[in-house]
């Protein structure tokens, strides 16, 4: 009967965490973004340099003609063909002007978006404690907070002590109902001893974050619909597991903030296919 109650626990654990193939889907979407984030700038790069032997063209053209001008005394206005080699590389060169500058702003709007949410999130969650960081990665915002401020060692209940920092998180979700959050578990390599229900660290790590998500969603208001479940076990180190002090920084909670620019990617994708 025990044997039965254990892997009924166990069988409820894995179907409450997020499954490999959709964690896999988001890396894999996380990795398109970024590729396509630099393609752009690859192409943006190309314009600009094909702007720039526009104009050295433009300024040859223009020079020729002058040259033109002052040889023939009777010659008052530019042979029409000048004239049309002249407009079609304005033409040119405005063209160019208006795909980089759309280029441009929607780089810049993906900038100014993480910017918004890194400078928000400092704001609300404060900067000066030193086991909270906020960082960005490939334009992905971060949040991770050590352990010790979440929960005891071995254990996935949340401290009272975690409530209020998970609060201050939570008001910067609740003010931003377009974001989805991934909140990532990490353990550090010790071996965790299994107590029938949990078996190893995989399990460890995505049984804090889901414990992590029952705050924030039961207690805290957040949207179940904006949260992502997800274990990484001890295989993302942020150092080298070999002194209680490093192991203390890899065993951490990482919230990874997807604020949606469905905007931004469209304008991308759409400049993208004009120069195919």
């Given at each position: 009967m025990k044997k039965i109650v254990i892997a009924l626990s166990f069988f409820?654990?894995?179907?409450?965490?997020?499954?490999?193939?959709?964690?896999?889907?988001?890396?894999?979407?996380?990795?398109?973004?970024?590729?396509?984030?630099?393609?752009?700038?690859?192409k943006l790069n190309s314009c600009l340099e094909e702007k720039a032997g526009l104009k050295a063209s433009l300024d040859?053209?223009?020079?020729?003609?002058?040259?033109?001008?002052?040889?023939?005394?009777?010659?008052?206005?530019?042979?029409?063909?000048?004239?049309?080699?002249?407009?079609?590389?304005?033409?040119?060169?405005?063209?160019?002007?208006?795909?980089?500058?759309?280029?441009?702003?929607?780089?810049?709007?993906?900038?100014?978006?993480?910017?918004?949410v890194v400078t928000s999130l400092k704001s609300a969650v404060g900067i000066s404690d030193p086991d909270i960081e906020i960082n960005v990665e490939k334009g992905v915002v971060f949040i991770s907070i050590a352990d010790k401020l979440l929960f005891k060692s071995g254990s996935y209940d949340v401290t009272d002590k975690a409530k209020g920092v998970l609060a201050k998180v939570a008001k910067v979700v609740n003010d931003k109902p377009d974001f989805e959050c991934m909140v990532e578990g990490h353990t550090d390599n010790v071996p965790y001893?299994?107590?029938?229900?949990?078996?190893?660290?995989?399990?460890?790590?995505?049984?804090?974050s889901t414990s992590i998500i029952r705050v924030l969603t039961g207690q805290l208001g957040v949207k179940p619909e904006q949260l992502i479940a997800a274990g990484r076990s001890s295989y993302i180190p942020l150092v080298a597991n070999d002194t209680a002090e490093n192991k203390a920084r890899n065993r951490r909670t990482r919230i990874v903030v997807l604020p949606k620019i469905d905007q931004f990617y469209d304008m991308i994708e759409k400049e993208m296919k004009k120069q195919q």
């Open positions: 409820m654990l894995l179907t409450s965490c997020v499954s490999k193939k959709q964690y896999a889907a988001l890396e894999a979407k996380n990795k398109e973004t970024q590729d396509l984030l630099n393609t752009c700038t690859m040859a053209a223009k020079e020729n003609n002058q040259f033109l001008i002052s040889q023939s005394k009777d010659m008052t206005v530019l042979t029409t063909k000048g004239a049309q080699n002249i407009e079609k590389a304005l033409e040119s060169i405005k063209e160019k002007d208006l795909k980089i500058s759309r280029m441009q702003d929607a780089l810049t709007k993906k900038d100014s978006v993480t910017l918004a001893i299994g107590n029938g229900v949990l078996l190893d660290n995989w399990d460890l790590s995505v049984k804090r």
